[in-house]
């Protein structure tokens, strides 16, 4: 049975669809004028046959003379509000870009996220498509919604370039996006250092909510800056927001297994912190929906919890034996200090008990000479009393003696002291 008329326009309007994708403009033009196919088409995302011509590179500027001669109109947008320049700007076809200028397009036309076909160009480094819209009085301070002007775009994909030419043109170094961040917040590469060492960035500026260009790196999966930032400018990986979470919680949810698998295995991120609802990093996984879970990442924050308990439990215990033996040796301490202490006293104790005693015997002898000076005698004149020993025999001579009346005068005579 042969087609409906319907049916076979379907197919029709679906071959020159097909022809618009792969760029045939001889098929293109046949359908139009000879097969009446609907030149005027559109996909649900509300993209054009300009559109599709736009997005191919072979053939894209000669497929697009074709469709705008043969009635299409250059400045028709799609369901994101962006016409045909945009993706000729994302590709980087200069030529396209500028005819599609020459037929309606506008420079500055901004699509929903309010950016500009320079953005596009900007990213992804076409210096060529981005001259174009510069000579054509693109505006290189015109913000979307993020507060990211055409050079951060340039920065988020490392192109310095491009970032030098918008620099050249006018573009303010200096903005700030809606979260507080700087160039170096979104740059990657070597816009990085770029940023930095030529433009003054700070890697340690705070963004909104007390984080930190870590959590940026982390979200984003940006394992070359998150070891930048950690290693090169101190950044604390276990730093938390005001909501109480760490990187670790954006890099689980939004940065993928690899950053996220670095941030605890050679960053020795601490998976045991808790946010201000008590959740650590597994928990707030977990409660997520199952299209946002990762099961990679689920295991891996398991296995790392698991760990870092078992880590901590030894550490307390080692912790609580370095208590009770710092316990034992201050109580050895205090022991020690207290059998110094008694033996200082008793040794005062006995000094002073000798210092007594000695005043006691000083007080007798003093007793004595009063006395003995109230009875007349004069101790130092009294004469001594001698003895003489015979040398033969050893035996004391007896003081009435005539031996010892002759030696007495003879020793008297020499030493006349004694008569004293």
């Not at 050079?151 to 200096?174: P, Y």
């Not at 433009?199 to 340690?204: E, F, Q, T, V």
């Not at 080692?318 to 033996?325: I, L, N, S, T």
Request: proline content about 2%.
């Amino acid at each position: 049975m042969a087609p409906s008329v319907n049916e076979a326009q379907r197919m029709i309007d679906e071959l020159l669809w097909k022809a618009a994708q792969n760029n045939v403009p001889q098929v293109i033009e046949d359908l139009i004028q000879k097969h009446q196919a609907n030149k005027n088409q559109v996909s649900p995302s509300g993209q054009t046959l300009l559109h599709q011509a736009a997005q191919n590179e072979q053939h894209a500027l000669e497929v697009s003379q074709l469709l705008v001669k043969l009635g299409l109109k250059a400045t028709d947008v799609d369901k994101h509000n962006q016409t045909s320049i945009f993706y000729a700007a994302r590709d980087g076809n200069a030529e396209l870009c500028e005819f599609l200028l020459q037929h309606g397009c506008m420079v500055n036309h901004m699509d929903t996220g309010l950016q500009t076909a320079i953005f596009y160009s900007a990213r992804n480094g076409h210096m060529a498509a981005t001259d174009v819209f510069l000579k054509r009085g693109a505006n290189v301070e015109i913000k979307d919604k993020r507060g990211f002007t055409p050079i951060f775009w340039a920065a988020e994909s490392g192109r310095v370039d491009t970032m030098k030419k918008l620099i050249q043109k006018g573009a303010n170094t200096k903005h700030l996006s809606t979260i507080g961040g700087d160039l170096f917040t979104s740059a990657t590469g070597e816009a990085m250092n770029f940023s930095v060492n030529e433009l003054g960035a700070d890697p340690r500026r705070k963004l909104i909510k007390n984080q930190t260009n870590l959590f940026v790196a982390a979200k984003r999966g940006d394992v070359e800056k998150a070891k930048v930032l950690i290693e090169t400018y101190g950044l604390d990986v276990n730093h938390q927001d005001e909501n109480g979470q760490t990187c670790l919680y954006y890099a689980a949810l939004y940065g993928g297994i690899v950053v996220t698998q670095k941030l605890i295995l050679q960053f020795k991120a601490d998976v045991l912190i808790r946010d201000k609802n008590g959740k650590t990093a597994l928990a707030f996984l977990q409660q997520k929906p199952k299209i946002e879970q990762n099961p990679q990442i689920l295991k891996l924050l398991s296995d790392a919890t698991k760990k870092q308990h078992k880590a901590l439990e030894e550490a307390q215990k080692k912790e609580r034996a370095a208590a009770a033996r710092e316990q034992k040796k201050r109580e050895q301490e205090a022991k020690a200090r207290k059998k110094a202490e008694d033996k200082a006293r008793a040794t005062a104790a006995a000094e002073a008990r000798r210092a007594r005693a000695e005043a006691g015997a000083s007080r007798s002898s003093r007793t004595n000479k009063k006395r003995s000076a109230s009875s007349g005698e004069n101790p130092s004149k009294k004469r001594q009393k001698y003895h003489f020993v015979c040398y033969d025999t050893g035996q004391v001579v007896p003081r009435d003696s005539e031996k010892f009346k002759e030696n007495y005068a003879e020793l008297l005579e020499k030493c006349p002291f004694l008569k004293r």
